[in-house]
């Protein structure tokens, strides 16, 4: 259909008639089926035409299709369902590029001890730091049912905000309490991390899941990566002070927070709010256990209406607040009990949780072992190229590793007691060291082993879950992490406990690796042992069988299976 100046010289009405079968013929009939409908595109011809609420094109006589194509294709765009993900996709990654651009962290413990702030290593350490770890523990499990009751984009939003209260207290706050007020809010930051990653999952289709959570995650890394490289050269070429650091990361984060205000609001989420989906399975114990007590708890409830999500039904009727909680508490229990019976799922979930427990200890408390080898104010540093390559390193080990072929269900416990033994090792050196040097190599070495497995381990963990259940696992593997944090840091830091010295602390994250390798060590021998003997049994044929008769046994393919992912 070409339409061309002629179409000026026509009536009105055919102009019209033109006009919404080239707008049909664009957008696949949605013209028609708009909101407003033909009835109210007609009679506002030649003034404008409402195509949905805030969106007006602006026809006069005269005008052609042509002029009016890019924003009847916009509006497609927006509309259709296979470009639906593609919007909050890239807000969604903007937030997490902006929200991980902080230039000012990698030298964080250089900036309080300066005389800016003015702090001892003392009151950092022991004082300060430990904030951190009991603010998140006490806001993960609330933050988490929060985070989908009122489906993520609130708490993104808070994320936000807790970020501007954060570097807005480290610009202008002074003394432990205003310092002790902003580890609060970091841990409000962290906490509501979950929504970041969780938010996707409600507003895009399944078949996008794997795709766009790629892109979330590594926009992050990226962000992150690039924030430390542009520090160290800040720093030392251009001899920028920490304060201004500090600036850059506050206005970096207020972007963030920009960007946050326009996600669109999900209309689901994964448990308070999901609707019955053939994407969702569950299996006949929880179906049975849920349908038991939802029947006790509300009399003449359906049947029908059971499904994973404990949210708003088909038919309008909406539940009592009670009745969801109850439902969405009785389904998390269930699917926690079935998810860990499995021995495979519990001892990589248990490595996970140690393991992670001292990977963020040692990143809370790394800066200060580097200003005790080499303090900042008698000594150039380079905390933010050693962050940059420790990330680096570390995204490129995870992402090699994916090209591995090994059999993990027989070797992956063997290589989590192996590389425990590397990260221990390296906190071993970073402990007895002298050199700067040689405390950072340390750093590179425990950062990229722990990228590396736990790459290995979210794999082994996620490969046989739904999207909700892992979403479960994973909020409760980082909540125990947190528990053994915490306890690791009232006995070790905190000023009520042994009180250590940084010197001795890192002596004791090293022998606590060593103890999680010597456990799975042990495991892993085990394992191999069992298999070797069940594999010997396969092999050998039957006593009772006729020699004569006997037929090769090959040997079992299901003993040895390899996973590449």
């Known amino acids: 259909m070409t339409l061309g100046p002629s179409a000026g010289r026509t009536s009105p009405q055919s102009r019209f008639r033109l006009w919404t079968k080239g707008l049909e013929a664009l957008t696949g009939g949605v013209a028609s089926a708009l909101p407003a409908g033909r009835q109210l595109l007609a009679p506002a011809f030649g003034a404008g035409i409402h195509l949905r609420p805030r969106v007006r094109v602006a026809l006069r006589p005269g005008s052609d299709l042509v002029q009016t194509a890019p924003v009847v294709a916009m509006e497609y765009f927006r509309m259709s369902p296979s470009s639906s993900w593609i919007y909050p996709t890239v807000i969604l990654c903007l937030f997490g590029f902006f929200s991980?651009?902080?230039?000012?962290?990698?030298?964080?413990?250089?900036?309080?001890?300066?005389?800016?702030k003015n702090l001892t290593s003392t009151e950092i350490t022991n004082e300060i730091l430990p904030v951190w770890t009991y603010s998140y523990l006490v806001l993960l499990l609330p933050v988490f049912v929060l985070t989908d009751y009122v489906r993520y984009k609130p708490v993104i939003i808070l994320q936000g905000i807790s970020f501007i209260i954060t570097w807005l207290l480290l610009l202008f706050g002074q003394g432990v309490?205003?310092?002790?007020?902003?580890?609060?809010?970091?841990?409000?930051?962290?906490?509501?991390?979950?929504?970041?990653?969780?938010?996707?999952?409600?507003?895009?289709?399944?078949?996008?899941?794997?795709?766009?959570?790629?892109?979330?995650?590594?926009?992050?890394?990226?962000?992150?990566?690039?924030?430390?490289?542009?520090?160290?050269?800040?720093?030392?070429?251009?001899?920028?002070?920490?304060?201004?650091?500090?600036?850059?990361?506050?206005?970096?984060?207020?972007?963030?927070?920009?960007?946050?205000?326009?996600?669109?609001?999900?209309?689901?989420?994964?448990?308070?709010?999901?609707?019955?989906?053939?994407?969702?399975?569950?299996?006949?114990?929880?179906?049975?256990?849920?349908?038991?007590?939802?029947?006790?708890?509300?009399?003449?409830?359906?049947?029908?209406?059971?499904?994973?999500?404990?949210?708003?039904?088909?038919?309008?009727?909406?539940?009592?607040?009670?009745?969801?909680?109850l439902k969405v508490f009785v389904q998390w229990f269930q699917d926690l009990k079935e998810c860990y019976s499995s021995k495979h799922l519990f001892y990589w979930s248990l490595w996970w949780a140690f393991s992670t427990a001292g990977f963020n200890q040692t990143l809370n408390y790394v800066q200060i072992l580097w200003d005790y080898k080499a303090p900042s104010q008698n000594s150039l540093i380079y905390n933010g190229a050693v962050e940059a390559i420790a990330t680096f390193g570390g995204a490129v080990a995870a992402f090699a590793v994916g090209y591995v072929r090994v059999n993990w269900d027989l070797l992956g416990e063997l290589a989590l007691a192996i590389f425990s033994v590397v990260s221990a090792g390296s906190l071993f050196v970073m402990h007895y060291t002298v050199n700067i040097w040689v405390c950072y190599a340390g750093y590179l070495i425990f950062k990229s082993s722990y990228m590396l497995l736990i790459t290995i381990a979210v794999f082994q963990i996620a490969v046989n879950l739904s999207v909700e259940r892992y979403a479960l696992v994973f909020g409760i593997n980082t909540f125990i992490a947190l528990v053994i944090q915490t306890i690791m840091t009232v006995i070790v830091v905190d000023q009520r406990g042994l009180n250590l010295p940084i010197s001795i602390q890192f002596l004791v994250y090293g022998s606590y690796f060593a103890v999680i390798a010597g456990v799975f060590l042990m495991r892993s021998l085990y394992i191999i042992y069992s298999a070797k003997c069940q594999n010997k049994e396969t092999q050998n044929p039957s006593t009772t069988q006729n020699p004569d008769d006997a037929s090769p046994v090959e040997p079992s393919n299901n003993i040895i299976m390899v996973t590449k992912f």
């Open 100 to 116: 991980m651009m902080r230039p000012s962290e990698p030298f964080l413990i250089p900036y309080l001890s300066g005389t800016s």
């Open 177 to 325: 309490k205003a310092m002790q007020v902003v580890e609060f809010f970091y841990g409000m930051v962290t906490a509501t991390e979950v929504a970041y990653y969780a938010y996707i999952y409600s507003v895009v289709s399944p078949e996008h899941y794997q795709k766009v959570s790629s892109y979330c995650r590594s926009i992050t890394l990226v962000s992150y990566t690039a924030a430390s490289l542009l520090a160290q050269l800040l720093v030392s070429l251009a001899n920028l002070s920490y304060f201004h650091l500090n600036v850059i990361t506050m206005v970096s984060v207020s972007v963030a927070f920009i960007f946050s205000l326009f996600l669109p609001m999900p209309k689901k989420s994964m448990f308070f709010h999901a609707k019955p989906s053939k994407e969702i399975k569950e299996s006949p114990s929880t179906d049975t256990i849920l349908r038991e007590a939802c029947k006790n708890e509300a009399p003449g409830y359906e049947e029908k209406k059971l499904t994973v999500t404990s949210g708003n039904q088909d038919n309008g009727h909406l539940s009592s607040p009670k009745t969801v909680a």
